[in-house]
Every structure is written in C-alpha cells, then in structure tokens.
C-alpha cells in the first residue's frame, strides 16, 4: 500500500527539527519519491566537460536513475539526453564513453540522431506514411532533459523543464566551484582519468551527510589516521626529517574536536554548504615549488593569495555531490536503491600548474576514497552498520540534533561552530522542499 | 642462494601467496626491499601510476601502515577480520637476468576475500619484480591488474 505518493503531508511529517524519520533511508517508496521528485526538481551533477573534448564525444551516466547521454553537438554545445531509443526503448550507448561521429545510431533498427538527439532518419520511412508519426512522441528524437548548465566546465542538469533556475538554486555557494577553478593559472580543470567507483550497501543521503560530520574522523578513522601518526613517530630517521606527502594526507584526520570546531561550517539555501570556513584538513600541505609564482604571474599576488588562502574542506551541494577546491577532487552519490549507493570520485588536473599537484591530489583519492583504501573502509562499515540498525524496531528516528539552535532560518547564509549538524538539517529541510514541491501539483 | 632456479623463482611466489593467506603478514613485509611498490591499477593497461587514480600505489610506510591498522584495536572494519585465498596458476617466467640479479614473474591467479556472511572472488594477474639482494630475493615491485579493475567494488581489504 502506498504511504507517501502523492502524500506530502506525509513526507513532512518525515522531518521535524531535530530528527528525521528512518523512513528516509530506508523505505522503497520513499526512494522512488526521491527519483521522482527530488531528483527532477533540482539541478544535479552530470559531468566535466574535458570528458567530452570534441564533437560526437559523449559519456553515459545517470541522473538519480535516469540513464543519460552527455554529448558534444557539432555546435560545441554539450547536450544532455535520456539514453533511451525513441522506437522501443533500447539505450543508444552502453560503454561509458566513445565517440559517435555527426549521429547516434541505434544498434536495434537504425533509427538516427543527431548528437542533439533530433531524429535524422529511420529506414524504409515509407513504412511510416500516413500512419501520423508525426503527431507521435517518437517523431522527436532521444528526449533532451529539461534544462542544462554548463558552469566553468561543470555540466548539471535538471530533468523537469519548470522549476528553479540554476543560479537561484546554487547561488553563493558556486564559489566552492569558482575556487577550484580559479586555482588552475588558466582557469580551467580538465578530468584526469577515470573515477574510482565504490559500491555502497547503504542510502545516498548517509554519504552526503558523512561529508559535514566533523566528529567522527577522529574516531572512525583512528586505526588508519592513528596508526599512521604512532607509526611515524616512532620510526628511525633523522630529526627534521620531512614528513612524506602521505602522512601529510592522513594525519589531519586525527586532529582534536577543537580543530574541528573552530574550522566552521557555512550553510546556504537549498541545502548546499561546506566545512573548512577558516581553515580546514587541507591547509597545512606544503607547497609545491613553482606554483605560487604561476599563480601570482597569472592573477597578481592579492588575488593568488585570496585564492589560495581559501582551504574549505567539503562543500556540499544538494542534492548528491562533494567537492573539494584545495585537491581538485569532486565525488558523486549515485542513488541506485534506498539501500544501494554508487559512490564515484574524480580528480581533475589544474590546466597550467606542476604535475606535483596532482600527484598529490591523485594520491589523495586512492588513499582515502578507493575500495581499497583504509579510510573508507571504516567510513563504509559505518553506513552498512546505520542502514542495517535503522531496521531495528527500538526507536524510530534519527538524531541531528547538534547545536540545534531555536527557529533556525536556513534560507539564510550561516558561519556556525564547525561541529554543528546544521548543513544536515539544512539537507533536510531543501529535501523536504524539493520532495513536495511537485506533489502537490499532483493531487491538485 | 646463489642464482635462482626457474623453480625458486616460481616457489617465491606460492611462498609470498601462502603468507597473505596464512596471515603472516610481518614476514611478507619482509619480502621487499625498503624503495618498493605495490601498484593496483584502476584502469585497464594503466601505465601511470602517480598522476592519474590507482586502487594501490604503496610504498613501504604504507604497507606497514596497512598491516598494523589489520592489527588494531579500533580498526572496526576488521571487526570481525577478513580472510583471504590465493589460487595460483604456475607463473610464467618473463625475465632472467642472473648478471644483475634481477627477474621477472607473471602470475594468473584468482583471489577470494570473506568476512561475515559475504565473500567476493577476483580474477587477477601478478606481475613480480624479484632481485637477489645477499643471497635473498626480494620484491622491487609488485603490479596486480584486477580482470575488473574498472568495476564498482564493495571493500576490497586486504593486499593481493
Ligand atoms: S529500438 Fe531503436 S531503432 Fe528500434
Ligand atoms: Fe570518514
């Protein structure tokens, strides 16, 4: 029996201040809702556009569940398309990236398209005469999204045609973007590689929230970050010996609840926010020889400092990616089930700085986002354990209840204490939002 | 040992297998020499291993890091522990050079990870870097390309 469909008073019952529901995480129905209406309304990531350098160069993914092309068209505008025949229904591309030439063509019954998805040709047409294709979806083409964006290389995409614009749902919070880009002397990022790819056994929204929990690295990750600073320490080397680039990566994690609290967290409207407002888990890396001359070359030293002073840990923008502008290193939360989560990190060169950089940042996501790694493995037996004891019938709901502050207003930019779980309230309330938002046109 | 037969080539490597799967993990770091890696490509054929995203690119610090954090307390990941299977094929010998000491083993093998009720199986190949240093072989460097390196993977927990 449906429960939440077209029930949004349903849905705001989920969340009250300081605690949302376990249905959130771990009820079907409420995962589809998410693909239906969270995932149409808002503006989601779907990728870089050095992906697809040249015309016909397309990349398949997802938006929420909806398989989508990402495509160059011959007029070097990149399109984002369901990847889904107009005839039957078959997807036109299954490789996850290539190169299709002036048009698509699908592998069942030769229906053409244009790399802007309008239908070119079908063969033995005759057969259509007189039978009103053309009043039919199909004479269309691959249906576009509803709307695309492509932001200093980023590609997002909204699948409903109405809703928010993109500079009204991101707003302030794109100069997480802007930093990171601006940190290329050129101003530009290009993709280095492919992403690592990390199943996860849990809900999405327990990975977007794991991004803003600044008091469990210390915990969690003892026996990685821990063991790491003991190891050191007590290793035979000469006094002043430089500490190697990967205990520069790891050791921060350690750091002491005050470190944590005096970074601050910044939340925005619509659920977007980061940690790392005055400094953060990224500052202290030494720098790489050559690449503030570059910077100060490229935009003067005011500016080179002002960029390079910025070190914000994890922004957050809602619904389902993290960035990080000090390393270059963006990760995207794929919903395949209320309890299955794709989780994909990539990296992206800074265009015109040392190769040490992002050796650096390469090493970074091995070392704490693989499948392989020894940081996330504890950060994934924590969600596997929530996604298994949220079942558990003893109590119901959730706590985010952290610094919770009386009326808090979050459709107003806030610097709080960096332990808070605001941004995770804030989550909950853009959620709630962007649920709702298109229910109640369906029950009118 | 003087030179190394094709036989103690071959043997080093069940030797260094049976290790991992018997847990001896301090005498597998013994294996290799201190400026080692151990590399696990991401990307079918990768040939950079610094500037594009690797599963494993692990230097001495790192393996140790690794085999101590199995060790800990804290490490709730390992609570309860994993364990790990190797199933050789015989190694190929690619490479003999009894001048400079120095070797090379390529190694299909298939790989099975358990811990609590789940149990994943890899298919992979080894490729071994082996030099004689005082009478003693030991690992320089050491690639493992996953058949699905490219896949999306739950934990992958221990070294291969
Ligand atoms: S399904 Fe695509 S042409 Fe028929
Ligand atoms: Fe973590």
């Given amino acids: 029996m449906s429960r939440y469909a077209n029930n949004p008073e349903a849905i705001r019952n989920l969340i009250r201040p300081t605690e949302v529901h376990r249905d ?27 992906q697809t350098p040249n015309k016909g160069d397309y990349f398949t993914t997802e938006i929420g569940t909806q398989p989508v092309i990402m495509v160059r068209h011959s007029d070097n505008e990149i399109y984002v398309l369901h990847n889904r025949c107009p005839h039957k ?14 048009f698509f063509r699908c592998p069942y019954h030769a229906w053409s398209f244009k790399t802007n998805g309008c239908l070119l040709a079908i063969p033995l047409r005759k057969g259509y005469k007189d039978t009103g294709l053309e009043e039919s979806e199909s004479v269309n083409g691959m249906a576009p999204v509803g709307a695309v964006k492509n932001y200093r290389g980023f590609i997002f995409a909204r699948l ?5 614009d993109f500079e009204s749902f991101f707003g302030e919070a794109l100069s997480s973007f802007d930093n990171m880009v601006d940190r290329s002397p050129e101003g530009r990022l290009e993709v280095a590689g492919p992403p690592l790819r990390y199943m996860h056994r ?32 007590k290793m035979d080397k000469p006094e002043g010996t430089q500490k190697p680039m990967a205990m520069e990566v790891i050791a921060p994690f350690m750091s002491p609840y005050e470190f944590f609290e005096n970074m601050g967290i910044r939340t925005w409207p619509n659920g977007h926010g980061h940690t790392g407002v005055h400094h953060s888990i990224h500052s202290d890396y030494s720098a790489i020889p050559g690449y503030y001359e570059q910077m100060v070359e490229a935009y003067g030293e005011e500016r080179a400092k002002a960029i390079l002073g910025e070190n914000r840990h994890n922004t957050v923008y809602f619904p389902n990616i993290m960035i990080k502008g000090p390393i270059q290193q963006l990760r995207l939360f794929t919903p395949i089930a209320a309890d299955k989560t794709l989780v994909e990190s990539y990296i992206y060169r800074l265009v015109g700085a040392p190769d040490m950089l992002l050796e650096r940042t390469a090493m970074y996501n091995r070392m704490i986002n693989a499948p392989t790694s020894m940081v996330g493995h504890d950060d994934l037996e924590m969600y596997e354990r929530a996604q298994e004891g949220l079942h558990s019938d003893g109590l119901e709901w959730v706590n985010v209840q952290r610094l919770y502050q009386e009326g808090e207003n979050f459709d107003e930019i806030a610097v709080e204490n960096g332990t808070t779980e605001r941004q995770m309230r804030n989550q909950f309330h853009a959620w709630e939002k962007y649920m709702t938002m298109t229910m109640e046109g369906d029950a009118q | 040992m003087k030179a190394p037969t094709r036989d103690d080539l071959i043997d080093f490597v069940y030797e260094e297998a049976r290790m991992l799967d018997d847990g001896r ?44 954090r199995f060790k800990g ?19 190929f010998i690619d490479h003999m050079d009894e001048e400079k000491g120095e070797y090379v083993t390529h190694t299909a093998f298939h790989y099975v990870e358990t811990r609590l009720d789940d149990q994943i199986l890899l298919a992979a190949t080894a490729r071994h870097e082996l030099k004689l240093i005082e009478g003693k072989l030991k690992i320089t460097h050491k690639r493992v390309d996953l058949l699905n390196s490219d896949a999306a993977f739950g934990n992958i927990q221990m070294f291969l």
């Avoid at chain 1, 078959?90 to 030439?101: E, L, P, Q, Y």
């Fill in chain 1, 89 to 102: 229904g078959t997807k036109i591309a299954i490789d996850r990236t290539g190169n299709t030439g002036k």
């Fill in chain 2, 73 to 91: 307390e804290r490490t709730f990941s390992q609570k309860p522990k994993t364990r790990c299977h190797h199933v050789l094929n015989r190694p």
């Fill in chain 1, 202 to 233: 849990c809900n999405w929204k327990m990975l977007v929230e794991n991004q803003t929990d600044t008091c469990h690295p210390m915990v969690a990750h003892e026996s990685s970050a821990g063991t790491a600073i003991d190891l050191w320490e």
């Fill in chain 1, 24 to 50: 959130v995480y771990i009820d079907q129905e409420v995962f589809e809702l998410e693909m239906k209406h969270l995932f149409a309304n808002t503006w989601v990531f779907v990728g870089h556009e050095s």
């Fill in chain 1, 160 to 164: 409903n045609k109405e809703g928010p």
């Fill in chain 2, 25 to 68: 993990f301090d005498e597998w770091l013994d294996l290799w020499t201190h400026d080692s890696y151990y590399w696990m490509p991401l990307d079918y054929n990768q040939e950079d291993a610094k500037h594009v995203t690797s599963l494993l690119h692990e230097d001495a610090f790192m393996r140790k890091l690794r085999v101590e």
